[in-house]
């Protein structure tokens, strides 16, 4: 494994960013191209950045707001939401992503990240993963989609094999159970993902302490550590994770 990367992520709503509890409570957390500057400088490896409410609202990602961030950072952009056909991914990659990351409708056409994933190579196709616990599933988990509003009746741990399987180069599992909480990364649950699948995954959901950004790689096998809350209040710098991973035994670039 390479050097362990912090992923701020800017969750999008009305061109702003915004934070949210269960995917629910939204508050505005700034201005996304401040704050996609500030973490740069700040030594974020690369930014997230998710239009949350273009599912529900059924339309495209912003891409203004995407050429809007992209043009002033220099580390890799992933975006997401609202990304549904080929044609999607090509016009976000176009506006300046590095990723594209797809969620429900990989799940409603699943043929959408081997088509993504020809046309413009695995590394650049993720898959985001949002489950809850239900013990129904083999694997105590069942996807959701729509922003965590539809349960999807599929277990989420063979999705992630399944994803991999077609071409994704990423998996982003969240937890609803911990998303916004800041009491942890569900470690079960990206764990069980990691587990699963040879790609990168991206631990999501629920940091609120610098031990949960260890624990994340060491208990739940993450490659990547994304969070938001605990980035956009200030509660900790990413130097402070950096160092703290490094402190630890972690490989990080300073």
């Known amino acids: 494994m390479g050097p362990i990367r912090v992923m ?19 508050r505005d957390a700034g201005d996304p191209v401040e704050s996609a500057a500030f973490y740069e400088r700040e030594g974020a490896d690369e930014l997230a950045m998710l239009d949350i409410a273009a599912t529900v609202e059924n339309r495209k990602t912003r891409l203004e707001w995407v050429r809007q961030v992209s043009a002033v950072i220099t580390i890799p952009l992933t975006v997401g939401g609202g990304i549904n056909c080929l044609e999607d991914v090509g016009l976000a990659l176009g506006a300046g992503a590095s990723r594209v990351s797809m969620n429900s409708a990989a799940v409603k056409n699943p043929e959408l990240i081997r088509e993504a994933a020809r046309a413009h190579g695995s590394a650049r196709v993720t ?26 009746g599929k277990d989420a741990v063979a999705w992630a094999k399944q994803c991999q399987a077609l071409g994704a180069g990423v998996i982003l599992p969240t937890s609803m159970d911990g998303d916004g909480t800041l009491a942890g990364y569900d470690l079960e649950f990206t764990k069980a993902i990691a587990d699963a699948v040879t790609v990168p995954v991206v631990a999501s959901g629920g940091a609120g302490k610098l031990e949960h950004f260890y624990e994340a790689v060491v208990k739940g096998g993450a490659s990547v550590v ?14 402070q994770v950096k160092e703290h991973l490094r402190d630890r035994g972690l490989r990080v670039n300073l």
């Open 127 to 152: 898959v985001a993963i949002d489950a809850r616990r239900n013990r129904a599933m083999p694997s105590g988990f069942e996807l959701v989609i729509a922003g965590g509003t539809v349960p999807a």
């Open 226 to 239: 994304l969070a938001a809350s605990v980035f956009h209040d200030r509660t900790f710098s990413i130097r």
């Open 8 to 26: 701020p992520c800017l969750d999008m709503k009305n061109g702003r960013v915004v934070k949210g509890v269960h995917f629910v409570d939204i």
